[in-house]
């Protein structure tokens, strides 16, 4: 029941986070790469339609080499302007997951409105009332690639918006995103192990969640 519970709560907390973020990084004067981050993956999929065509298209002995360019001359450098325009809205999206799953979480008593209205709080392993420090960290391993993916895995792509390298950035791009799937599965199996008590994020952070008297 717990494990039902759990994913519920956290289901209505991301959309709480993700309807406040959206609302926030969808104002011009708060994001001002909104129209050019919405131009970048229009062009983005433009350029996935034009890959597929190469595809399609190209004689097998010229596959690998006409793939190569096209990746390396178009579609990676718009990856590349994507993930920089992609800034602000990542930005507002960890500016509110945090303030509410760490401040708001702290002084509401371990609870979010989702653990609220789930009867769940958060608390340290040993059953005392968790710290600021123990939210912070728990929400840095907690996410969802349904939504930005894993917290910490969207700080570091928000450094790769500054990289000028395309091979770099494709290695570490990729890397990060393994990492946050690999993340996400290592949350769902202690889930289930744990019986919801706890996930990876709450091993991390020395926490644990428990039913709300």
Not at 51 to 59: A, S
Not at 64 to 89: R, S, T
Not at 120 to 137: M, P, Q, T, Y
Request: proline share 1%.
């Amino acid at each position: 029941m717990k494990i039902k519970k759990r994913i519920g709560a956290f289901l209505l907390d991301m959309f709480i986070v993700m309807l406040i973020s959206v609302t926030l990084a969808n104002l011009s004067y708060l994001n001002p790469y909104k129209d050019k981050y919405t131009e970048a993956s229009s062009n983005y999929i433009d350029l996935l339609d034009e890959y597929d065509e190469l595809i399609k298209n190209t004689n097998p002995k010229e596959y690998v080499n006409e793939v190569f360019n096209f990746a390396n001359k178009k579609l990676v450098p718009q990856l590349m302007i994507i993930e920089k325009y992609n800034v602000f809205n990542s930005l507002w999206y960890l500016i509110i997951f945090m303030l509410y799953n760490v401040l708001f979480a702290y002084f509401n008593d371990g609870q979010t409105l989702g653990k609220k209205i789930f009867k769940l709080r958060v608390v340290k392993k040993d059953g005392e009332k968790a710290s600021i420090w123990n939210f912070l960290v728990r929400s840095l391993f907690n996410g969802s690639t349904f939504f930005f993916g894993i917290n910490l895995v969207v700080i570091i792509r928000i450094l790769l918006s500054i990289l000028s390298n395309k091979l770099l950035f494709l290695i570490l791009f990729y890397g990060v995103e393994s990492l946050s799937l690999l993340l996400e599965i290592s949350l769902l199996v202690t889930l289930f192990v744990s019986k919801g008590s706890r996930i990876t994020s709450d091993y991390i952070a020395k926490t644990q969640v428990i039913d709300a008297n």
